[in-house]
């Protein structure tokens, strides 16, 4: 990991400053926290039912069809 950090270092040093402005502004939209709509009580409702589910994998996850959907979306 250190190395990719270094490589990644380095290369970022040879940027333009066009393409640093360019860089940065993507690594600024990767910080950004999606807000959901849901209330906190149903999201740790789900949580929990994702951990069950974890915990007990022949059990059916009846709400919701998708489970890395639904992992993505809560997350």
Do not use: W
Not at 5 to 33: G, M, S, W
Not at 56 to 62: F, I, Q, S, Y
């Amino acid at each position: 990991m250190d190395t990719s950090i270094e490589i990644l270092k380095k290369k970022i040093e040879n940027f333009t400053p066009e393409l640093a402005e360019a860089f940065i502004r993507i690594v600024d939209n990767l910080d950004a926290t999606v807000k959901s709509n849901a209330s906190q009580f149903q999201l740790d409702e789900v949580s929990s039912r994702i951990q069950f589910h974890t915990e007990n994998p022949a059990t059916k996850l009846d709400f919701f069809e998708n489970i890395s959907e639904l992992e993505k979306i809560c997350a």
